[in-house]
């Protein structure tokens, strides 16, 4: 229970920040759905073709289908009260890495994979939804920018790993690493940290 609903919270995030860009593109009411479709669960259907499950966690589950579309609905109807979208789809990414994060990780856990192909479990379960939209909204994925995010997750991912050592509560680390994720993320923007660029050099 506890993991379902860190994902379906996630889900929502990642649905809201769908329709943000969706509607900022002036994309029409199939277009925002399809976004928003894509990013809430486009990083876990790879998750879920890498570790072999099939169907993938949504197709088994009709309540991802009635999240995102109710997540849909509630950002189209208030999207005045969203009306400062770089800030609300900064916020509901920001939220929702950090909670795919430690779904990711949970994933490969249940699979008895290495700690490290946990970690690349967490960090593209929280990614490549944001690719996915991006793309389809012809836009540079903010993955491959300078910006701190998939570090962020990274990063989430082995103190998750660090902590076991000293906490026993699996809930309790799972909380720590995603609030990792998501104060790294917040930090990097807030103070205008990132990745050193290579296309100077070039």
């Given at each position: 229970?506890?993991?379902?609903?860190?994902?379906?919270?996630?889900?929502?995030?990642?649905?809201?920040?769908?329709?943000l860009v969706a509607?900022?593109?002036?994309?029409?009411?199939?277009?925002?759905?399809?976004?928003?479709?894509?990013?809430?669960v486009g990083g876990g259907t790879l998750?879920?073709?890498m570790v072999g499950v099939q169907p993938v966690s949504w197709m088994r589950d009709i309540t991802y289908v009635y999240v995102i579309v109710g997540s849909t609905v509630?950002?189209?109807?208030?999207r005045n009260q969203l009306k400062h979208l770089r800030r609300s789809l900064f916020l509901f990414d920001t939220i929702g890495i950090g909670l795919y994060t430690v779904i990711g990780i949970e994933t490969g856990l249940v699979a008895n994979l290495h700690p490290l192909i946990c970690i690349a479990l967490g960090t593209i379960t929280a990614c490549f939804g944001g690719v996915i939209r991006d793309i389809l909204s012809n836009e540079i994925p903010v993955i491959f920018r300078k910006e701190i995010y998939a570090t962020a997750c990274i990063l989430g991912?082995?103190?998750?790993?660090?902590?076991?050592?000293?906490l026993e509560d699996?809930?309790?680390?799972?909380i720590i690493a995603g609030a990792v994720v998501i104060v790294l993320r917040l930090i990097a923007v807030k103070f205008k940290i990132s990745l050193p660029s290579l296309y100077k050099n070039i």
């Amino acid at each position: 229970m506890f993991f379902q609903v860190i994902d379906i919270l996630g889900t929502i995030a990642f649905a809201i920040s769908g329709v943000l860009v969706a509607m900022n593109k002036r994309m029409d009411a199939f277009g925002v759905i399809i976004i928003a479709f894509v990013t809430a669960v486009g990083g876990g259907t790879l998750r879920d073709i890498m570790v072999g499950v099939q169907p993938v966690s949504w197709m088994r589950d009709i309540t991802y289908v009635y999240v995102i579309v109710g997540s849909t609905v509630f950002a189209v109807i208030f999207r005045n009260q969203l009306k400062h979208l770089r800030r609300s789809l900064f916020l509901f990414d920001t939220i929702g890495i950090g909670l795919y994060t430690v779904i990711g990780i949970e994933t490969g856990l249940v699979a008895n994979l290495h700690p490290l192909i946990c970690i690349a479990l967490g960090t593209i379960t929280a990614c490549f939804g944001g690719v996915i939209r991006d793309i389809l909204s012809n836009e540079i994925p903010v993955i491959f920018r300078k910006e701190i995010y998939a570090t962020a997750c990274i990063l989430g991912g082995f103190t998750y790993f660090l902590m076991r050592k000293f906490l026993e509560d699996q809930n309790y680390l799972f909380i720590i690493a995603g609030a990792v994720v998501i104060v790294l993320r917040l930090i990097a923007v807030k103070f205008k940290i990132s990745l050193p660029s290579l296309y100077k050099n070039i």
